[in-house]
């Protein structure tokens, strides 16, 4: 007889996953210790490994389990053949009789404890070797829900230990090296939330593809979490700033994406399935799935669960759409991310561009090429052709047996935080989910290369395209006395360079987030009556539908996309330069054509400044400065410092400052410092003056070459006449420097010079500029040059 073959959650903890398998024992651990801190679970409870074993002694199956193993292995039986048949034993076995009324009673008890005589649980697998720190397990075993009465409860019983049999999870034990005969499985009974009627999603408490560990990652979608976790929609994403959650007052959330949520798993009415697909409404289509606060209180949760684990962790969640309340149903640790240590930095470098045949979520940081193996449906598997990449409506876990043997793999649909997407991570092949179409635009043996190296947008190539790999160890990067920052204008890369060592962000471009993430031009949301074109007012319609006001949207995105890009470096200073579009930029913005004259020259035009206290902009830039103000304030990045660029006067300086004043910007006011763009001639001969309205230059040396040489820095004639290195070029730039120091502000350069130009940056540490900022990818072979130019120069070292 077997002692207590059952034990209640509260009764369980983390010591215990050799008795209920890891998941079990991290929600016996969840009840117990973090219940008090906030925390809400769903009662249950679980049966031991113990009971697994005596059920397989009761019945007598253990040797025939063996003998089936040893053929599969032996090649003399297939994957396919195998698993059914050790799942049949399991499903034509009998739980010995006192286990059988353990179960039994534990559930009457579950069900009183609720007030429900009838009660509706989920019932779990956990098997005894999954979520261990090297193997997530990922959805191995099979889950079951809606089981409501003590026949259905036996019968998903049985069947949860049949699922420790299932073709994928013995592919994924042959993968890891674990003896199938040594892992036992525990059986979770945990009350149902109504999340049916409610959300559920998954999340995580690191950046699941850069590693980056400040940031809580969440999935959400409209009915149970299945259909997040197992990639069959495409979810809402959220991302959340931990450091900053302890301020009541602030709401760091950087990123929120709402995603297409086509269809929702919901109980099921009758028949034999307990659960069924339906489609979603417009409305939920259209709307996020969770708020601001329900946002923040998860993420809340996830910096608990992860302080008291002491790493990473990956959890579920779900919210009961009977009362609202938030629960988190499952909680282990995340397997790859937090296992890379070291200070050594991996580049993928695309060596050759070609066209973009789909895009998507990048999972992982690598890139691969081969030729596309279209497969539809698990069914069809044998198909799959070594080394070639994988293009399939979606990735679950029955795809375990393909995925290691991929280069690659595409799918249709899924989030970054499926279960696929976590095991694609675990075995290194770089994915990109949640294209939409990609089974419908690659087509089978067709050449492709797949992109998961340009930030958290995946892209799909046409053709085998050329790439090289570089490995870095940052540990080896000298210090220098100047400061060394990055120039970043992707939401989407910000993570992907968390590792640089970089002393904050010299110049973050606010118009990338405007052409990319917003596409709208700002007076058309202002002023949407004046936009002719009807599909580009429908288009207006379509990408502000989730908010309240069209101008919300343009604030909203702005600001979360401002904080991804600081958030990597906080507290460090991060310097974001006011939009500096050009007219025909801007003309190219949904709604743009509206509100733009054709200019001759737009590069010696309408732009910068001048825009920001004109009439005809006027509006647009007050909403710049609301996401500005909502980045600072609301958000809590207050080291993010705004840039002017392109100011021709003095005054002109003067009416930008009183227009930024008069939207909440004052300089000085609750620590805003604000810089200017030197990239005028103007700028140079009168910087003392400037220098008494900014509390900071940077040197733009595009702009300052163009106009100091007169070279259309765009024109591909003149091309050869371009360089910063024109000893016109460096006298201003020495000039410039001299009078900031002078007037004791401080100057640094944010243009392509040093990044293109190694000797470039030593002349700047020579004339002792105070920063110089990179782009990412050209920092780890700029920096040694600038340490040896601040050592030629005898200057004291960072140290």
Known sequence: MVQSPVKWFEDTGIGDVAQVGGKNASLGELIRSLTARGVRVPDGFATTADAYRAFLDANGIEAAMRSRIRDYRAGEATLRATGEAIRALFLESEFPVDIAGSIRTHYRELGRRAGLERLSVAVRSSATAEDLPDASFAGQQETFLNVAGERDLMDACRRCYASLFTDRAISYREIKGFGHLDVALSIGVQRMVRSDVGASGVMFSIDTDSGFPRAAVISAAWGLGETVVQGTINPDNYVVFKPLLTDPDLAPIIEKTLGSKERKMVYSRGGSARTRMMDTSDAERRTFVLDDAEILALARWAVTVEEHYGRPMDMEWARDGVTGELFLVQARPETVQSRKTGPRFVLHHLLERGEVLATGSAVGDSIAHGTACVIRTAADIAEFRDGAILVTEMTDPDWVPVMKRAAGIVTDHGGPTSHAAIVSRELGVPAVVGTGNATGVLAEGQAVTISCAEGAQGRVYAGSLAFETEEVDLGELPATRTAVMVNIASPAAAFQWWRLPAA??????????????????????????????????????????????????FVDTLARGIGKLAAPYHPLPVIVRLSDFKTNEYAHLIGGAAFELPELNPMLGFRGASRYYDDRYREGFALECAALKRVRERLG?????????????????????AVMAENGLVRGGNGLQVY???????????????????????????DLTQLVLGVDR??????????ERDPAVMAMISEAIRKAHAAGIKIGICGQGPSNHPEFAAFLVREGI???????????????????AENAEGLPSAG
């Open 504 to 553: 904050g962000v010299g110049l973050a471009r606010m118009e990338f987030i405007i052409s990319n993430l917003i596409r709208i031009h700002p007076m058309a949301l202002v002023h949407p009556d004046r936009v002719a074109d009807s599909a580009e007012t429908e288009q207006i319609r379509a990408l502000t539908s989730g908010y309240p006001d069209p101008t919300e949207y």
């Open 637 to 657: 990045f207050s080291n993010v410092i705004v840039m002017v660029p392109f100011c021709r006067t003095t005054q002109e300086a003067d009416k930008v400052l």
């Open 676 to 702: 200017m763009m030197c990239e005028i001639p103007a700028n140079v001969v009168l910087a003392e003056e400037f220098a008494t309205r900014f509390d900071g230059f940077s040197i733009g040396s595009n």
């Open 714 to 723: 765009d024109s591909a004639q003149l091309a050869a006449l371009f360089d």
């Open 770 to 788: 105070d920063s110089i900022s990179l782009n990412p990818d050209s920092f780890l072979l700029t920096v040694p040059a600038i340490a040896e």
